[in-house]
């Protein structure tokens, strides 16, 4: 099985930065995209940003020019280098990723989740 170990999350205040990582486990497997989503109290968790095995990126509008998404893919691991934060990005992140179990079988696994909170 795969199992994702994040770190990374704290308390900023405005303006600050934080670097999200999002290890992944079982080294026998292939990892296809890898990505970060938000979820805030009372809301639904959505998407923040994902980054293919060939490294193409996608980003929520909210997050473009602030967040930068990147992965080692020799360590399988990825990254989310958050800056300018507002306090609008305050939420609990999770670490989300598409494994190649085996041919044809393709497994969705998330990780336990980090607080981020922006406040002065």
């Known amino acids: 099985q795969v199992q994702l170990v994040e770190s990374g999350g704290g308390s900023v205040q405005p303006g600050g930065s934080l670097r999200l990582s999002c290890a992944a486990s079982?080294?026998?497997?292939?990892?296809?995209?890898m990505g970060w989503y938000l979820q805030a109290p009372g809301k639904q968790r959505d998407l923040v940003a994902s980054i293919t095995s060939g490294a193409s990126t996608n980003y929520a509008d909210s997050v473009k020019v602030r967040f930068t998404i990147s992965r080692d893919n020799a360590k399988n691991t990825v990254y989310l280098q958050m800056n300018d934060l507002k306090p609008e990005d305050t939420a609990v992140y999770y670490c989300?990723?598409?494994?190649?179990?085996?041919?044809?079988?393709?497994?969705?696994?998330w990780g336990q989740g980090t607080q981020v909170t922006v406040s002065s």
């Open positions: 989300n990723v598409d494994a190649t179990i085996r041919p044809g079988l393709i497994k969705t696994y």
């Open positions: 079982g080294s026998s497997f292939r990892f296809n995209t």
